[in-house]
């Protein structure tokens, strides 16, 4: 991001993960959705 919020130029940095979280209630355990991440290479 190149733009502050008071409109002076800043360069702000984040990092360089994302790490995503969620937990709900399940009936069957059986039962289950999992991510599949891949980089494109």
Do not use: E, F, W
Not at 20 to 31: F, G, L, V
């Amino acid at each position: 991001i190149t733009q502050a919020p008071d409109g002076t130029s800043q360069i702000v940095k984040g990092p360089g993960q994302l790490v995503i979280s969620a937990y709900a209630p399940m009936n069957d355990i059986t039962c289950k959705v999992t991510p599949d991440l891949k980089q494109h290479r």
